[in-house]
Every structure is written in structure tokens, then in C-alpha cells.
């Protein structure tokens, strides 16, 4: 059940759409990763939870994923309560992972924003004593932000996920009553679209053109990040 790394996103996919090239380069390097989806996302146009549910897993595999967690928080209600707290302190000191990967603030979607404060002080809570659950207290020791949709500030770093682009693109195309499916039948949403899948790679690819790489996936941290030398500099004692 431990896993260095936990995932969280508000509904089943947006761990994918955000960051789902890098989640497969961790997996592949043999980094333990696990995700953890608030909500079942039952406010979605196309696709009941039970659907969504198996995409979801479907899309693990894919990924290499071995533990995909869900708190069953409310769709269109994600709201940083210490109700809502609760079960996400649970899943942390359950999963007791070394980094966390958090939606950003200031997202389109309310609950995307929300779920943004929520984790965060969550992971914080998670970390005190007084709080009492059946595991006992961990603190994530970094948190890192990727965008779900919405403007794409420049981010402070960029992955290359070159090799790991295709793999998310199979991870969504899971999400068979989510994203563009011409034989899935059900009402025309924006996620939906052809279009909606093409941004994907076309976003991708311009945070790759950053880098110098083909793919690349954006993160976003909150204040300065602590370097021995700076990246191209690293000396091995
Ligand atoms: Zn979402």
C-alpha cells in the first residue's frame, strides 16, 4: 500500500490529462506511485460512477499504477471542510508518500481549485499527532501543483515525458465516456470533443518546444526549491 509518490486529482482523469506522461516515466523507473481520486466525478454529462470507475482502474494499468484510492467526496462539492479533510489524511498516512502532486489553484472548474486548498492542509494535518486515525501521522515532504485545465502560467519546471506522451494518450484514451469516442454514444461535451484530445498534445508539445523536447509536462511549486548546485552542476561526493 506505501508508495512514494501520491497523485491526487478532483475527478477520475485529471491526474491523467494533468500528468500522466510523467506518472508512467515514475512507474517505469520503478518509483511506487499511487492516485487518489476525491470524487467519483457522478456530476459528469457522459458516464455513470460505475463506468468511470472501471476507466479509472483501466487507465492504472496503464500507467503502472498499483494502488487507485477514491474518497467519495462530492462532485461539484469539493470544499476544504475538516468533514472533507478527513478521509484524505486517512489516504495519506495510509499511502505515506514522500511527494505529493496536487491540482494548482485558480482552475476553471470549482472543484479542481478547491481540491487545491483541500489537499494541501490536509498533507499538513496529516503530519499532527492530536489528530487520531488508524495510521499514524506522516507528512508529505514535497508538494507539487500541475494544471488541470485553465491558463498555463509559465511553470517553474518542465519533464521531458518524450518517451511516456503515448502512454498517457493510451491512459485517457481509457476514459471511454470522457474523452472523444465515436462509438461511445452520450451527450457532446467540451471534453468530449476531438478537438479537446487534440489540445492535449498540442499543449504537451509546446511545454516540450520549452525544453528543447518533443513532450513535456508543466509543474508548479509554491516558493523557492532548495539545490545543492544548480541542475548541470551536480557533483557526486
Ligand atoms: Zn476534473
Known sequence: ?????????????????????LVHKLTTAGCATAILDLTRGEMGSRGSAEERKVEADDSADVLGVTT????????GGVANTAEQRRPIIEAIRRIRPRVLFLPMSDDRHPDHHAAHRLVRDAAYF????RIETDAPPHRPERIYFYRVYGEDAMPQMIVNVDKHFEAKMAALRCFRSQFHNPEYDGPETFIATREFLE????????FGNRIGAAYGEALYV????????PPGLERTP
Open 126 to 129: 496529516a503530519g499532527l499527532i
Open 68 to 75: 487507485r484510492l477514491n474518497t467519495d467526496l462530492p462532485d
Open 222 to 229: 509554491d516558493g523557492p526549491i532548495s539545490v545543492d548546485l
Open 199 to 206: 489540445s492535449i498534445r498540442t499543449r504537451a508539445a509546446w
Open 1 to 21: 500500500m506505501n508508495a512514494e509518490v501520491l497523485a491526487v486529482g478532483a475527478h477520475p482523469d485529471d491526474v491523467e490529462v494533468g500528468i500522466g506522461a
